[in-house]
């Protein structure tokens, strides 16, 4: 009997210690950008609402890969209160036949034009239709009556943090979450970097950068918060200890590690989302 009271004690002691969140299920919803039907993944919160909501920007990975991250993600927001919603932009997981793969477009300028061409092609496509995708995205968002429309705020990883950060400059975001955003690009594209630096330099909203000391680059992050810091722009950052053994891995914090940045970007969304 003392054994098994011991048991039911350490088992509650771990559930509490890892944090475990309830099964959410996400629902698939469609939305239109410029003539293109695109689709993302939802996840609410019981009740009617209207809730606070973050927009999560994808990264590259093909397939539904993504959905990896919407899954480890999404329902911590939603244990908090908050809608989140992943939309796929075109040519990606569930818009894949909205049009073409963007990694697909940019091998395809490497193999014609070499490295330049292959940045420029980057920084041209995630500054028209890959934004313009996001932005129909976040119309789509404050339209529905579960959502409170002037307290949605936007996070992304990698390509997803770059667009969330030229968002920022387009959206009135209550706040925004860069995760590595360009960490793998930054240096072999200044067009990329001048790009971003417009944008945290006119940006409508508050950002937070973070990434970990093994991500491929820091440079993304420190730049453009030293940026909007000297542009007299809210903004924070947080360099985490390394996670895993080499950059991959470090660049997959900012999904993987959920559990531990959690709490901090949870801390700045409320901080500048207040209802």
């Known amino acids: 009997m003392i054994r098994s009271a011991l048991r039911t004690i350490l088992i509650g002691l771990l559930l509490v210690l890892v944090d475990v969140q309830p099964a959410v299920a996400s629902e698939t919803v469609a939305f239109n950008s410029g003539g293109k039907v695109l689709h993302g993944r939802l996840y609410k919160p019981v009740g009617a609402g209207p809730f606070r909501a973050v927009l999560y920007n994808h990264g590259s990975a093909p397939g539904l890969l993504n959905d990896q991250a919407f899954d480890l993600i999404g329902p911590l927001f939603v244990a908090r209160g908050w809608v989140f919603f992943a939309p796929y932009r075109r040519g990606q997981g569930l818009s894949s036949d909205a049009g073409p793969y963007i990694q697909d477009q940019i091998q395809a300028a490497q ?3 070499g490295e330049a061409l292959a940045a420029e092609t980057m920084v041209r496509l995630l500054s028209t239709e890959q934004l313009q995708d996001q932005m129909a995205a976040v119309a789509w968002l404050k339209q529905q ?4 429309p002037k307290l949605i705020a936007a996070m992304g990883n990698s390509f997803g943090g770059i667009e969330t ?13 860069d995760a590595s955003g360009g960490a793998e690009s930054w240096q072999q594209a200044p067009s990329l970097q ?7 330099e ?3 909203s508050p950002i937070f950068f973070f990434q970990t000391e ?8 420190r730049t453009l918060y030293a940026a909007m810091t000297a542009s007299h ?10 996670y895993g053994s080499s950059p ?9 590690g959920a559990s531990i940045w959690f709490g901090d970007v949870l801390g700045f969304l409320e901080a500048n989302c207040k209802p």
């Open 202 to 204: 006119h940006a409508k």
């Open 248 to 256: 991959q891995q470090g660049h997959s914090f900012a999904y993987r």
């Open 111 to 113: 193999a014609s034009g």
């Open 165 to 177: 950060v030229l968002g920022a400059e387009q959206a009135s975001y209550c706040a925004a979450v």
């Open 233 to 242: 722009k809210s903004a924070e950052i947080r360099i985490y200890p390394s």
């Open 145 to 148: 009556p579960f959502v409170r």
């Open 194 to 200: 001048s790009r971003m630096l417009h944008a945290v």
């Open 214 to 221: 093994n991500d491929y680059s820091l440079a993304p992050s």
